[in-house]
């Protein structure tokens, strides 16, 4: 059986991961802070008490996981936090870039030892992380946040090409969740999407930026 760990599962595009993962039969572990009554209902191994910014945390759930093989792990739990160029704080740019951009690298790395050849590293990333696609400005921490995990993810997908393991970096479209007040696509959509693109992945498109409705985008 493939075992697949989703983090950011309590809710949002991350439960929606781990119910339609679920739904097609494979082992979930859901990772969160807290689990959530949606979470539970799906009956998937929930490890929760992982506050991703905390690296004893992180040291907690290897320890947890030990000895479990992951066909892949879906990094997707992430802030944003609306800063403008008069609002932006550094203490904000520190939260978002702690969670978006250095929690993912650190627990890739930390789990290394349950990726195996074939195994699949899929980092949730936003297009308000590229450079090239941005035309409105603002929003400094969360995108410079996006655009460093971006840069991990290559670095991540060049690292781990000797090891067969392949790295998708994602955008998961606008999508109604409590991240953005509820508006855009249904989560269930998103999800399905990313899980496309995910399937489709392979050593040759590893490193490489995509939409989730299969558009490729700019750095
Ligand atoms: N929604 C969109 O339109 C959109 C667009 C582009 C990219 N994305 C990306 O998609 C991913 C999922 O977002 P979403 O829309 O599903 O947002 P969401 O509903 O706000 O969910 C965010 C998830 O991340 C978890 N999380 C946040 N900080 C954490 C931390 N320090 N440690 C552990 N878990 C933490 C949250 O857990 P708690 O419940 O404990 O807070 C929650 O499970 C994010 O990476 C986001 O940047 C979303």
């Known amino acids: 059986m493939a075992h697949w760990l989703v983090t950011g ?3 949002g595009i991350g439960l929606e991961l781990c119910r339609q993962l679920a739904a097609r039969g494979e082992t979930v572990i859901a990772v969160c802070r807290s689990t959530s009554e949606e979470l539970e209902h799906l009956g998937v191994r929930v490890e929760s008490g992982i506050e991703l910014t905390d690296e004893a945390a992180i040291a907690d759930l290897v320890q947890r996981l030990a000895g479990i093989e992951l066909a892949g792990m879906i990094l997707n739990a992430g802030i944003l936090e609306g800063d403008g160029l008069d609002s932006v704080s550094a203490a904000s740019v520190r939260r978002q870039f ?3 951009a250095l929690a993912p690298l ?3 790395r930390a789990l ?3 990726l195996s050849r074939g195994s699949k590293l899929a980092l949730i990333t936003s297009r308000m ?3 090239d696609d941005n035309g409105s400005g603002g929003y400094y921490g969360y995108r410079m946040s996006k655009t460093a995990l971006n840069m991990a993810g290559r670095s991540l997908a060049i690292d781990l090409q000797p090891r067969g393991i392949a790295v998708a970096i994602l955008h998961p ?3 109604a969740t409590r991240m953005v ?3 855009g696509i249904p989560p269930a959509e998103a999800a399905r999407g990313l899980l496309t693109r995910i399937d489709a992945l392979s050593l040759a498109t590893s490193g490489s930026f995509w939409h989730a409705n299969g558009e490729p985008l700019p750095w």
């Open 181 to 183: 007040g509820f508006t």
């Open 112 to 114: 290394l030892g349950n």
């Open 106 to 108: 650190l627990l890739s």
């Open 129 to 131: 992380g590229s450079i």
């Open 173 to 175: 479209g606008m999508v």
């Open 9 to 11: 599962s309590n809710r």
């Open 98 to 100: 702690d969670v978006n």
